[in-house]
Nanobody
């Protein structure tokens, strides 16, 4: 079992920045892939950025060049630095971990609202 707790969401103006955090606990040595997903109002949940256990990262086209995923193994945390935020980035952001057996674990989500 892996538990995930997100934080760092909030209200920000267009062009602003936010940094989301996801702290993991439990059997984290079994995590093969961890990342961020988002679900906007009336939309499906989509991948934003992911990172493998080897450090490889992948981004949605809509956030490339603006968002950066990183991790701190000592802190058992994954971060999402979001710059140049746009109103269309408004969503609930979820942290997701997938283990070696392809089991998925989700955090509770954190709201990001980009508005003037």
């Amino acid at each position: 079992q892996v538990q995930l707790v997100e934080s760092g969401g909030g209200l920000v103006q267009p062009g602003g920045s936010l940094r989301l955090s996801c702290v993991a606990s439990g059997t984290i040595d079994s995590v093969a892939l961890i990342g961020w997903y988002r679900q906007g109002p009336g939309k499906q949940r989509d991948m934003v950025a992911t990172m493998t256990s080897g450090g490889g990262s992948n981004y949605a086209d809509s956030v490339k060049g603006r968002f950066t995923i990183s991790r701190d193994n000592a802190a058992k945390a994954v971060y999402l630095q979001m710059n140049s935020l746009k109103p269309e980035d408004t969503a609930v952001y979820y942290c997701k971990a997938s283990d070696l057996w392809a089991r998925a674990y989700w955090g509770q989500g954190t709201q990001v609202t980009v508005s003037s």
